[in-house]
């Protein structure tokens, strides 16, 4: 059970190697940054080292004790991330599949609007424009 912010890129595959141990099953979601617009080059994140982590595994203990996960991963990024590239996994391991479907879905609700980030769209002529929070995003929330 762990929650990582990092620069660097993730490797999936060392990231499940040993995970979830024992568990019924195992699910994983993966973000990548992606272009709404055509015009975007990266995201930038930013982000209090320490209290961001922390948050992440208040997150992440909460989605174990409520969904009875064995084991859970968050990883996020920070920094400049192009299009296209891995910004975030979760990962949670539970005896039964819904249980592990479940925390996983509460995790990506909670990172999506509570997270303690930051972010910027980097457009290819080199502007920035913060991200806002979205309306569906917190709408999400009201589930949990």
């Given at each position: 059970?762990?929650?990582?912010?990092?620069?660097?890129?993730?490797?999936?595959?060392?990231?499940l190697?040993?995970?979830?141990?024992?568990?019924?099953?195992?699910?994983?979601?993966?973000?990548?940054?992606?272009?709404?617009?055509?015009?975007?080059?990266?995201?930038?994140?930013?982000?209090?080292?320490?209290?961001?982590?922390?948050?992440?595994?208040?997150?992440g203990?909460?989605?174990?004790?409520?969904?009875?996960?064995?084991?859970?991963?968050?990883?996020?990024r920070?920094?400049?991330?192009?299009?296209?590239?891995?910004?975030?996994?979760?990962?949670?391991?539970?005896?039964?599949?819904?249980?592990?479907?479940?925390?996983?879905?509460?995790?990506?609700?909670?990172?999506?609007?509570?997270?303690?980030?930051?972010?910027?769209?980097?457009?290819?002529?080199?502007?920035?424009?913060?991200?806002?929070?979205k309306?569906?995003?917190?709408?999400?929330?009201?589930?949990?």
């Amino acid at each position: 059970m762990s929650a990582r912010v990092q620069a660097e890129p993730f490797d999936l595959a060392a990231e499940l190697s040993g995970f979830g141990t024992g568990a019924g099953a195992v699910v994983t979601f993966t973000g990548l940054v992606r272009d709404d617009t055509g015009l975007m080059a990266a995201l930038q994140i930013e982000h209090y080292p320490g209290m961001t982590e922390r948050a992440l595994s208040d997150y992440g203990a909460e989605a174990a004790r409520r969904f009875q996960l064995s084991d859970w991963r968050i990883i996020h990024r920070h920094g400049r991330i192009e299009v296209g590239a891995p910004i975030m996994m979760v990962a949670t391991a539970a005896r039964h599949r819904r249980a592990a479907f479940e925390g996983a879905d509460y995790l990506m609700d909670w990172l999506k609007s509570r997270a303690p980030f930051w972010k910027q769209e980097i457009a290819r002529d080199g502007s920035a424009t913060w991200v806002q929070a979205k309306n569906s995003d917190e709408d999400a929330l009201l589930r949990w």
